[in-house]
């Protein structure tokens, strides 16, 4: 029995049992050796959201910090960060309690707060925030949370980070702004422009601009956020600019100002609402439904990779290379994309293919006959049981 299977079978054991163990020192001495994977016992419970199995290791004296030796990307990860993957509140608490650094980085940098932001997991950002993490802890590039959260299209995310102050500014090497990011500028210079943005990163840029981020901010290349995107949609960039020219009225919108409620608005509204100049109301108005048009006519790209997306937040219209694409799609070397994409791409590839592979574990067909469907049609299989039944049917008279 290892570490981890002792601990689990003591979780939930009465008190005196447990202060038994504690006792024996040989049980500190086990939970401080790593399991098979690199992992630690604590890091493994965190994961399988057992707040009471790292509890009760914190209180034996076990390293509420340890770092993880697990090989790749995950290599220096502490309990926090699983817990933040596995968007187990009860456990960040937990460690914290015992005072756990919540904003200790990874070998890469990357913090429980990236970890979560990148994941997805809301409710572990909203509760490391709570906790009283660094909002703008920076990776080895420079990448924020907020940073993960915009190229990712994590809406909700975003808008909870800006709403605690996260900061909008960047130290990036290339220049680029979060619009930039938003709207996946090095991942269509890569593809040469032949990309169609997902929807979802319209109400991204919507909120950044409301918040102060500049769209006509050049980078170091002299582009703005638009260069790419504006083949598709052209009247996006001077839909940024009027918001964004207008942000301190739109603000005081009655319902949440978003892209949705902007293609929705009219005139009136806009100039009785918020104050926004009749004129420039009505450019606006006329610029959104232009661009809500160019939306729905714009086509997804079909790629073979496209089709494979495994992400089901993700747009179908992803090309080759995106974060919700598997590496094993990328045909690139070690399935990592070049270093002009978006940030995250070369850790995302990983990530879901590691996940594509784990969700399509075990389900191949066993059964000859499920095995027969896949693979045949109706009027095939109509011909196969007829065949069948006149076999049998001849073979008994023969008999």
């Not at 034996?60 to 790749?72: H, I, K, L, M, R």
Request: glycine share 6%; with cysteine; aromatic share 6%.
């Amino acid at each position: 029995m290892d570490s981890l299977e002792l601990v689990c079978n003591f979780v939930g054991s009465s008190a005196a049992e447990i202060e038994k163990v504690v006792e024996d020192k040989s049980f500190l001495n086990l939970c401080n050796r790593p399991l098979p994977n690199g992992q630690y016992p604590i890091h493994a419970l965190a994961s399988r959201h057992n707040a009471k199995g790292v509890e009760l290791l914190l209180q034996v004296g076990v390293d509420a910090n340890q770092a993880s030796e697990e090989p790749g990307n995950r290599l220096g990860f502490t309990a926090a960060h699983y817990a933040a993957i596995a968007n187990c509140v009860h456990a960040l608490e937990v460690l914290k309690r015992y005072n756990a650094d919540l904003d200790r980085p990874a070998a890469d940098q990357w913090t429980p707060l990236h970890a979560a932001t990148f994941r997805g997991r809301s409710a572990a950002v909203r509760a490391l925030v709570e906790l009283g993490v660094n909002i703008d802890c920076a990776t080895s590039e420079g990448h924020t949370p907020l940073v993960f959260a915009v190229n990712l299209g994590r809406i909700k995310d975003a808008r909870y980070l800006l709403q605690n102050n996260a900061m909008v500014q960047l130290n990036d090497a290339h220049h680029d702004n979060l619009l930039h990011y938003t709207l996946h500028y090095r991942l269509a210079q890569a593809v040469n422009g032949d990309y169609k943005l997902p929807d979802s990163q319209l109400d991204i840029a919507v909120l950044l601009v409301l918040n102060g981020v500049r769209p006509d901010e050049q980078n170091d290349e002299g582009d703005t956020p638009t260069r790419y995107v504006a083949a598709t949609l052209p009247s996006l960039p001077k839909a940024l600019d009027l918001i964004f020219a207008n942000a301190d009225k739109l603000h005081f919108m009655p319902t949440e100002c978003n892209y949705l409620t902007l293609v929705a608005a009219t005139t009136s509204f806009l100039v009785d609402k918020t104050g926004v100049a009749a004129g420039q109301a009505q450019t606006l108005v006329d610029i959104m439904a232009a661009l809500e048009k160019e939306r729905k006519a714009s086509r997804p790209m079909r790629t073979v990779a496209a089709d494979r997306v495994t992400d089901a937040a993700a747009s179908p219209s992803l090309p080759a290379s995106h974060p919700a694409v598997p590496a094993e799609v990328l045909d690139l070397p070690g399935g990592k994309p070049n270093s002009k994409q978006c940030p995250s791409l070369a850790r995302a590839a990983k990530v879901q293919a590691n996940e594509h592979a784990a969700e399509n574990g075990g389900k191949c067909p066993h059964c000859p006959f499920a095995f027969l469907m896949m693979r045949c049609d109706k009027g095939t299989l109509l011909l196969v049981g007829t065949a069948f039944l006149l076999g049998y049917f001849c073979g008994h008279r023969a008999r």
